[in-house]
C-alpha cells in the first residue's frame, strides 16, 4: 500500500471528524460513560480490524480510548488507515 503525502492526508482528514494528523500517523481519543462501554468499542473496533487485516496502536485506561493509525509496511499513512478510521467512526457513533 502507497503511503500518502502529507497534502493527501490533510485534505482527507478534514473530513474525518474528531481526528488529528501528527507523527506520521492519524490520532483519535474517545470517552465513553464506562469501562464496559469502552470495551465494548474496543471489541467491536476489533471485528472491522481483522476483517480489514489491519490493526491500530491503542491504549485504554478505564473508560478512554486512544487510537493511533499508521501502515508500518509503508511507514506512514495509507488509504487503509482512512478506511480503518472512518469505520471506527461509525462504531462510536462519532457525530458532528
Same mark, same amino acid.
Given at each position: 500500500m502507497k503511503k500518502l503525502s502529507n497534502q493527501e492526508i490533510e485534505k482527507r482528514i478534514e473530513? @474525518?471528524?474528531?481526528?488529528?494528523?501528527?507523527?506520521?500517523?492519524?490520532?483519535?481519543?474517545?470517552?465513553f460513560d464506562n469501562f464496559k462501554d469502552c470495551m465494548t468499542a474496543m471489541n467491536r473496533i476489533a471485528f472491522e480490524c481483522e476483517a480489514l487485516n489491519h490493526h491500530p496502536e491503542w491504549?485504554?485506561?478505564?473508560?478512554? @480510548?486512544?487510537?493511533?493509525?499508521?501502515?508500518?509496511?509503508?511507514?506512514?499513512?495509507?488509504?487503509?488507515?482512512?478506511? @480503518?478510521a472512518e469505520a471506527i467512526n461509525k462504531i462510536v457513533e462519532v457525530e458532528e
Open positions: 473530513n @474525518l471528524i474528531d481526528w488529528d494528523f501528527y507523527e506520521d500517523a492519524l490520532h483519535t481519543d474517545f470517552e491504549r485504554n485506561v478505564y473508560n478512554t @480510548l486512544e487510537i493511533r493509525l499508521t501502515t508500518h509496511d509503508a511507514d506512514g499513512v495509507t488509504e487503509l488507515d482512512f478506511k @480503518l
